[in-house]
């Protein structure tokens, strides 16, 4: 069993980040994982600007993911944050009368020479860990439904349901045919007072 161990993004671990977005050009033909951040309105300005865009959130800590790390590499993570911070795609919900979640847990990415290693499973335990300590609330994934279904592991960039299920996530809707919207409640990290006898 490989150990992971996961830190957040922010601009300590930036660096990391770097490495492994530049390893897989950017990911998704150099998104920077910046997709969800962006309004339809705004995609034109960042046109070829996604690292520093990325950098920009990161350093104003409107960026969150939880890294996986295999010793001193990033071997992959998962975007989360308040859908203040990942306006995009949320038309869904209208449809569904849902009413929005505290985090949205919407893509994951997993290093090429890393799959199937249990990677993002790590990276949504992990998300999930931080949220907590942030205070906890709805949190809800986009998964793919794989039951019968062949899927090449570079396309399940949302995750899986059985991935989802197994952390506590149940189904809440249904967007198209195969994309979920699961959800499950976070609760957030007690803070304990330590009195003086």
């Given at each position: 069993m490989v150990k992971f161990s996961v830190q957040e993004l922010g601009p300590q671990t930036w660096p990391d980040f770097v490495r492994i977005m530049e390893k897989h050009n950017g990911v998704w033909g150099g998104c920077w994982c910046v997709s969800y951040h962006l309004k339809r309105a705004e995609e034109s300005k960042w046109t070829g600007r996604h690292r520093e865009l990325k950098q920009i959130l990161v350093q104003a800590d409107?960026?969150?993911?939880?890294?996986?790390?295999?010793?001193?590499?990033?071997?992959?993570?998962?975007?989360?944050?308040q859908p203040i911070e990942l306006p995009?795609?949320?038309?869904?919900?209208?449809?569904?009368g849902l009413v929005l979640p505290d985090w949205r847990v919407p893509c994951f990415f997993?290093?090429?020479?890393?799959?199937?290693?249990?990677?993002?499973?790590?990276?949504?335990?992990?998300?999930?860990?931080?949220?907590?300590?942030?205070?906890g609330g709805t949190v809800d994934g986009y998964?793919?439904?794989?039951?019968?279904?062949?899927?090449?592991?570079?396309?399940?960039?949302?995750?899986?349901?059985?991935?989802?299920?197994?952390a506590g996530f149940r189904?809440?809707?249904r967007l198209g045919t195969s994309k979920l919207v699961m959800r499950k409640a976070v609760r957030g990290?007690?803070?304990?007072?330590?009195s003086r006898a």
């Amino acid at each position: 069993m490989v150990k992971f161990s996961v830190q957040e993004l922010g601009p300590q671990t930036w660096p990391d980040f770097v490495r492994i977005m530049e390893k897989h050009n950017g990911v998704w033909g150099g998104c920077w994982c910046v997709s969800y951040h962006l309004k339809r309105a705004e995609e034109s300005k960042w046109t070829g600007r996604h690292r520093e865009l990325k950098q920009i959130l990161v350093q104003a800590d409107q960026s969150h993911a939880a890294l996986v790390y295999s010793g001193t590499d990033v071997v992959g993570w998962c975007q989360f944050g308040q859908p203040i911070e990942l306006p995009a795609r949320m038309t869904g919900y209208g449809k569904l009368g849902l009413v929005l979640p505290d985090w949205r847990v919407p893509c994951f990415f997993v290093d090429r020479d890393r799959r199937k290693e249990g990677v993002a499973d790590a990276a949504l335990k992990g998300a999930l860990r931080i949220i907590a300590a942030k205070g906890g609330g709805t949190v809800d994934g986009y998964p793919i439904a794989t039951k019968g279904k062949p899927y090449s592991s570079s396309f399940l960039w949302g995750g899986t349901d059985s991935m989802f299920t197994e952390a506590g996530f149940r189904p809440v809707g249904r967007l198209g045919t195969s994309k979920l919207v699961m959800r499950k409640a976070v609760r957030g990290l007690q803070k304990t007072k330590h009195s003086r006898a």
